[in-house]
């Protein structure tokens, strides 16, 4: 299984839980050292709370598993849909006749 980095995710924890405390985006950065106080708008704040919600659910083991499905599921998404949809559409009992039915 593929590493937790702890630079992201425990700051994707913390996000989470300190916008779903307050039910507000932070507007001020206090997590970070060199621009602690500085305005800082947060992309990730969806990951933040999803992330926030998996742990206190069922902690880092719940964690990796949806991590698992999400990587499987992109990778599905990625390189399974393409083959299926070409398969449907390349395939020559799928296409049409092109006989008029005037005969």
Request: aromatic share 14%.
């Amino acid at each position: 299984m593929l590493s937790i980095p702890a630079q992201d995710y425990w700051w994707y924890l913390r996000l989470g839980r300190d916008i779903l405390a307050t039910r507000a985006m932070p507007l001020l950065d206090t997590m970070g050292y060199s621009r602690g106080g500085q305005p800082i708008y947060y992309q990730q704040w969806l990951a933040g709370i999803l992330f926030w919600l998996t742990y206190k659910l069922g902690g880092i083991t719940l964690t990796f598993l949806l991590r698992g499905l999400l990587i499987g599921l992109s990778h599905g998404m990625l390189w399974g849909w393409p083959a299926v949809s070409r398969s449907a559409t390349c395939n020559p009992s799928n296409r049409p006749s092109r006989s008029s039915g005037l005969e």
